[in-house]
C-alpha cells in the first residue's frame, strides 16, 4: 500500500477568504488602497464559495466532495496552490490515482512546474508504476544545467529504492538515460545510476559492465569507479582492478574513503589501514579519513596512533557550542568519542573514558553510550551504580524497554553476577512471556545458578513455542553430556541442532562432547580440531585441551589451551579446566 503521509507530508491548512484571495493574487481582499492599476482577482463569489465548501468537506471527512471541489476550484482559477491542494486531499484520502490526476492536471496546466513535475514522480513512484516515471523524469532533468543534471542523474537510484521489480526499475531507467549515455559530462553519471539499479537487482555482471562503460566515457569521472566500489569480491577481480587503476591517476577522497570501506568489508583491514594512511597524507584536511584511521589502529591495539588520529578528527570536526542547543550531534563526532572512550578504557584511564561518554549528545545512542559507561562504572566497583545508569536512559520507542533489560543483563553477567540476572531474567519472563530469546536466557541462567531441572523445562518449553530454534536442543544436549547423564538423548538432541545448522563448530563442538563423555576419544578429537579451525573459540580450546590430556597429549593440550587464553582470557570454561586439570589457570 502506498505510504502517501511517508511520501509528502503536508501541514493541514484550511485555505481560508484571505489566503485563497492573496494566492489568487486578488486585489478586493487585502490590495493596498495606493496601488495603482490593481490586478483583478479570479476569485468571484461561486469559487469561494466552492472552496469554502471543500474545506468544509475536508475537516468532516468527506474527502471525495472535498477533492472533486478543490480540483474544479483549481482549473477554474487556474492557480499552482489550489493544485496542490487537490493533490494533499487525495493523499489524504490515500487514493494514489485521484493524486496522480491532480499532479496531471497541474503539470499540463503549468509545464514548466518543477513542483508540478516533482509530485507527479513520487506519486508514480509509491504507486509503483515504474514504467510510467520516464516522462517525468526526463522533463525534471532537461530543466537542470550538464553539471547539476549528472549530480541529479547520481540520485536517480535511490528514487527507486523501496521499488519491488529492481530489474524493471533498471530497464526503466536506462531507457529514461539513453540520450545521456554517450555524454562525457553526464555519461559517467547516467551509466552508474544504471549499474546502481543492476546492482540493487542482483545483477553484478550488468553491473560492472555499466561501472566500465562510464568510466571508458571519461577516465576521470568518479562515479563509475564508486560504483566498482561496490562490487568488489574475490570472484570479480575487474571490479578492484578498475578502482585501483583508478587510484594511480588522481583520486578523489571519496573513492579512496570507499576503497578503504570496501576492503574492512571484506576483513582486509591492513589494506584498508593503508588506504587510510595515503588518504591522510594525500588530504590532512579530510576528516573522515582520520576517524577511520583512529578506528583501524584501536582495533589494531595501536592506542597512541589512536588517540592521535581521533583527536585530529575532532579538531578538523569540531563539537558544536554548548550554546547550540538545537544542533544535532553528528554521527562522526558520537563514533569519535565512543572510540575515545574505548581508547581510555583500554589504556586503563576509565575516568578519561566516562568523561569521552559524558560528552555525547545523542537522544538515538543514549543507550549504548550508557551501557559503555555502565560497564566502566562496574570496572570500578560500582555495580548498582552502574545498572541505574541503564534503567534511567529514556525510552523512546516501544522497544528500547526490552533493549535496557538486556543491557542490564549482559552488564550482570559480564560481572558473573547470575543470580541477580536470574532474577532479573525472571521479572522480564512474566512481562515478555512469548519472547523466546528471554526464555531461552533464562533457561542458560537457571544452568548457572544450578537450577538443571527448570532449565531442561524452559528448553523444551521454547521447542515447543519454535521447533526450528536449534539453539535449544543443542544447549539441553551439551547440559546432558557435561553432566554425563543420559547420553543418548543427548546425542539425539544435538543431532536434531546439527539437521537444523549443519557444521556449526558450536554444536559440532557439543557432539564431540558426547562422544568424549561416551569413551569415543579419537573421534571427539577428530570432531573439536575441526570445530577449532572452523571457529577458533576458548569454549571448544577448552574442550578440545581436555580431550588432548586425556589422551597423553599434554604439551599439545596446553598450547591449546594457551591459543584459548589469546581468544579470551575470561572464559570461565577454559578457566576451570586448566584449575582442574592442572591445578592452576
Given at each position: 500500500m502506498l505510504d502517501y503521509y511517508g511520501l509528502m507530508s503536508r501541514n493541514n491548512r484550511l485555505i481560508t477568504l484571505t489566503l485563497a484571495a492573496a494566492c489568487l493574487c486578488g486585489s478586493v481582499f487585502g490590495a493596498s488602497p495606493t496601488v495603482?492599476?490593481?490586478?483583478?482577482?479570479?476569485?468571484?463569489?461561486?469559487?469561494?464559495?466552492?472552496?469554502?465548501?471543500?474545506?468544509?468537506?475536508?475537516?468532516?471527512?468527506?474527502?471525495?466532495?472535498?477533492?472533486?471541489?478543490?480540483?474544479?476550484?483549481?482549473?477554474?482559477?487556474?492557480?499552482?496552490?489550489?493544485?496542490?491542494?487537490?493533490?494533499?486531499?487525495?493523499?489524504?484520502?490515500?487514493?494514489?490515482?485521484?493524486?496522480?490526476?491532480?499532479?496531471?492536471?497541474?503539470?499540463?496546466?503549468?509545464?514548466?512546474?518543477?513542483?508540478?513535475?516533482?509530485?507527479?514522480?513520487?506519486?508514480?513512484?509509491?504507486?509503483?508504476?515504474?514504467?510510467?516515471?520516464?516522462?517525468?523524469?526526463?522533463?525534471?532533468?532537461?530543466?537542470?544545467?550538464?553539471?547539476?543534471?549528472a549530480t541529479a542523474i547520481s540520485q536517480l537510484p535511490r528514487y527507486f529504492s523501496r521499488t519491488a521489480d529492481k530489474r524493471l526499475a533498471a530497464n526503466v531507467l536506462e531507457k529514461t538515460l539513453a540520450s545521456e549515455l554517450t555524454n562525457r559530462l553526464t555519461g559517467p553519471s547516467a551509466w552508474a545510476a544504471i549499474g546502481a539499479m543492476r546492482l540493487q537487482a542482483e545483477d553484478a555482471e550488468g553491473a560492472l559492465d555499466a561501472a566500465q562503460r562510464g568510466a571508458a566515457l571519461n577516465e576521470a569521472a568518479e562515479e563509475p569507479v564508486l560504483l566498482a566500489t561496490a562490487l568488489i569480491r574475490p570472484k570479480a577481480p575487474a571490479a578492484e582492478a578498475m578502482v585501483r587503476t583508478y587510484l594511480t591517476r588522481k583520486p578523489t577522497a571519496d573513492v579512496r574513503m570507499a576503497y578503504a570501506r570496501s576492503l574492512i568489508n571484506a576483513q582486509r583491514y591492513a589494506e584498508a589501514y593503508a588506504q587510510t594512511l595515503a588518504l591522510t597524507k594525500e588530504r590532512p584536511d579530510f576528516a573522515d579519513a582520520w576517524l577511520m584511521r583512529g578506528s583501524l589502529e584501536l582495533q589494531d591495539t595501536k592506542l597512541a596512533l589512536a588517540e592521535s588520529s581521533l583527536s585530529t578528527y575532532l579538531t578538523l570536526n569540531p563539537p558544536p557550542d554548548d550554546n547550540a542547543n538545537s544542533v544535532a550531534m553528528s554521527r562522526g563526532l558520537v563514533q569519535a568519542y565512543l572510540l575515545l572512550a574505548q581508547v581510555a578504557e583500554q589504556g586503563q584511564k576509565l575516568d578519561a573514558a566516562k568523561a569521552y561518554l559524558q560528552k555525547i549528545d545523542s537522544p538515538a545512542d543514549a543507550l549504548q553510550v550508557q551501557r559503555r559507561y555502565a560497564g566502566i562504572l562496574a570496572r570500578q566497583g560500582k555495580l548498582e551504580e552502574a545498572r541505574l545508569v541503564i534503567r534511567a536512559v529514556p525510552e523512546l520507542q516501544a522497544s528500547d524497554a526490552l533493549d535496557k533489560i538486556n543491557a542490564e543483563l549482559q552488564l550482570l553477567r559480564d560481572n558473573r553476577q547470575y543470580a541477580a540476572a536470574y532474577e532479573l531474567l525472571g521479572e522480564a519472563v512474566v512481562k515478555y512471556p512469548a519472547d523466546t530469546e528471554l526464555v531461552y536466557d533464562l533457561a542458560m541462567l537457571a544452568e548457572k545458578v544450578g537450577k538443571p531441572d527448570e532449565m531442561e523445562s524452559l528448553l523444551r518449553k521454547v521447542m515447543l513455542a519454535k521447533p526450528d530454534y536449534h539453539h535449544a536442543y543443542n544447549a539441553l544436549g551439551y547440559s546432558l553430556a557435561d553432566r554425563n547423564v543420559r547420553l543418548s538423548e543427548a546425542r539425539q538432541l544435538i543431532e536434531k541442532a546439527l539437521a537444523f545448522a549443519p557444521n556449526d563448530p558450536f554444536i559440532v563442538d557439543s557432539l564431540a562432547w558426547v562422544e568424549f563423555r561416551s569413551g569415543n576419544s579419537a573421534e571427539a578429537l577428530r570432531l573439536l580440531e575441526g570445530a577449532f579451525r572452523a571457529r577458533p573459540d576458548a569454549e571448544i580450546a577448552a574442550h578440545l585441551g581436555e580431550v588432548l590430556w586425556a589422551s597423553g597429549q599434554r604439551d599439545q593440550a596446553t598450547a591449546i589451551w594457551k591459543e584459548g587464553i589469546a581468544l579470551n582470557?575470561?572464559?570461565?570454561?577454559?578457566?576451570e579446566t586448566m584449575r582442574r586439570l592442572r591445578g592452576k589457570p
Open positions: 495603482e492599476n490593481p490586478t483583478n482577482s479570479n476569485l468571484d463569489g461561486e469559487l469561494f464559495y466552492q472552496l469554502l465548501i471543500s474545506e468544509i468537506s475536508v475537516r468532516s471527512g468527506d474527502n471525495s466532495s472535498a477533492y472533486a471541489l478543490m480540483l474544479n476550484a483549481a482549473r477554474k482559477a487556474n492557480s499552482p496552490l489550489l493544485y496542490e491542494r487537490a493533490v494533499e486531499i487525495a493523499l489524504r484520502a490515500r487514493s494514489g490515482n485521484a493524486a496522480l490526476d491532480a499532479a496531471k492536471a497541474w503539470a499540463h496546466a503549468f509545464p514548466l512546474s518543477v513542483q508540478a513535475n516533482r509530485f507527479q514522480l513520487q506519486i508514480l513512484l509509491g504507486m509503483n508504476k515504474i514504467s510510467e516515471t520516464q516522462e517525468p523524469i526526463k522533463r525534471e532533468l532537461a530543466s537542470l544545467a550538464p553539471m547539476e543534471r582470557p575470561n572464559n570461565e570454561t577454559l578457566l
